[in-house]
């Protein structure tokens, strides 16, 4: 069964830095875009990061130039660097996959259980 696992959040202090984890796994064929979300208290969802398996990224303006998506894709991993964090950056991080589950492109989505983050002095 396909699941991801997150790390990672934690309490820090504004302008330190957090690297958030998140590790894939029960796809036999491949994780298609992986992306990391993240949903303040009563806000919406919104996206932070995308990544597709060839590397391409893609970043919210609040996130360009701080935060860095990443992936080892041999280990289906990805990782968010968050630096120079900020208060308005306080919520529940979640992770995101599209699975590819045959050669056709039929996907499925699938979201992980939600990581806090809590920036504050």
């Known amino acids: 069964q396909v699941q991801l696992v997150e790390s990672g959040g934690g309490l820090v202090q504004p302008g330190r830095s957090l690297r958030l984890s998140c590790a894939a796994s029960?796809?036999?064929?491949?994780?298609?875009?992986m992306a990391w979300y993240r949903q303040a208290p009563g806000a919406q969802r919104e996206l932070v990061a995308e990544?597709?398996?060839?590397?391409?990224?893609n970043y919210a303006d609040s996130a360009k130039g701080r935060f860095t998506i990443s992936r080892e894709n041999a280990k289906n991993i990805m990782t968010l660097q968050m630096n120079s964090l900020k208060p308005e950056d306080t919520a529940v991080y979640y992770c995101?996959?599209?699975?590819?589950?045959?050669?056709?492109?039929?996907?499925?989505?699938?979201w992980g259980q939600g990581t806090p983050v809590t920036v504050s002095s």
């Open positions: 029960g796809s036999r064929l491949s994780f298609d875009t």
């Open positions: 995101y996959a599209k699975v590819l589950v045959n050669i056709e492109g039929v996907a499925r989505y699938f």
């Open positions: 990544i597709t398996s060839g590397g391409r990224t």
